[in-house]
């Protein structure tokens, strides 16, 4: 899939990020990796990430700066996938988020159509439940990608991702467990370019394990971001 995932924040304070308030919620517990930058206490503004290593990295960026701007800051990371940690969004107990722009869209909408980097945030925009907000969204941009080793491209004339239709049914796909349900994986897939693969195999997100899988030839074709080195 092609979705843009434009980096943002979501945030359901206002405090000293001037956004509008919202309703808060019970703070976090002790079992999500919970770290006091400065200040701490019930004032201070909790970040979270999602469990993989780029969104924990955009995190901690947040946080720094925040931090050295004279803001109480905690962080909780590696909290789980959307589906988990948009809970935590919604009731409160965490308070600011780095997020992708087109999977969010789609993760509020289903229904969600646009594909450009403007009017995905427009669109995105109009999805968001009443208790969250956006910042403005950064210039930098990831995507999930299909990939396969070089020697797979190879062997098949492998271009673009429609390439694989013809030989998906012999293929095993991987990637984050999410991706068996999600319209940016296995549905989207099977829907935009055809991809009926024999099997999916659940795996990691942004990390080693999904690389190593499709090196050692354990799957045949593996969701990358287009970020991963």
Known sequence: MNRRRTTLLVTVLAGALALSACGGGDPLDEDGEQTTRTGGGEDALIIGSANFPENVLLAEIYAAALSDAGIAVETNLNIGNREAYMLGMEDGSIHLIPEYTGNLTLFLNEAAQETESDAVFAELQESLPDNLTVLNKAEAEDKDSVAVT??????????????????????????????????????????????EFSSFRPLDAG???????????????????????
């Open 207 to 229: 990390s080693t394990l999904t690389v190593q899988a499709l090196l050692n030839g354990q799957i045949d074709a593996a969701n990358i971001f287009t970020t991963d080195p």
């Open 150 to 195: 070089r020697e797979t491209a190879d062997e098949f004339g492998l271009v673009a991702i429609g390439d694989l239709a013809p030989h998906a049914p012999n293929m095993v796909l991987g990637g984050p467990a999410e991706w068996r349900d999600r319209f940016t994986g296995v549905p989207g897939l099977q829907e935009v370019y055809g991809l």
